[in-house]
């Protein structure tokens, strides 16, 4: 990917969160007139993937996606059937079904399907931006950053 953001939502189509490591979530921005608020992912966002003959490059930077108006958030994350330690978790996929609204508001329903450890993020927001924070690093068969990579970046 030569575009290094910021990202929005009219570019959702030409973005892809498939194997992107989730460290965290927070809430901000809480809006009490409509019980919304903005979900901030800090992510490992991949911003290129190459494969060779011996090896596989990942060109990663920590990234911030934040969905505006959040409501009706459901969190489903499973690591105690797995029984997997704690660690980042990684998503498969990020889909959106458009909304509209009898007074015209228009938004989307998003899930966002995990692959480790099972589970997936649902609620309706009407945009999103994703900003990079730092300097892309390229790593060899590697999809994260290390603890250090993210505190350097920071």
Known sequence: MTNLGPWHTEDFEALSWHDVHVHGFRF????KDN????LV???????????????CLFTLCRAELTFHDVFGLKLDVDYATPKAGMCPFM??????EALEFPTGFKSFR?????????????????AFTQALIGTPVVKAGIQSLTSQERDETA
Do not use: C, M, T, V
């Open 110 to 126: 998003w899930h966002i399907a995990l692959s480790w450890p099972e589970g997936s993020l649902r609620f309706e927001a009407p």
């Open 91 to 96: 998503i498969d996929g990020i889909h959106r």
């Open 41 to 55: 992912l800090d992510l490992d966002y991949i911003l290129k993937w190459e494969s060779s003959a011996d090896q």
């Open 35 to 38: 019980g919304s608020a903005e």
């Open 28 to 31: 901000a921005s809480f809006n």
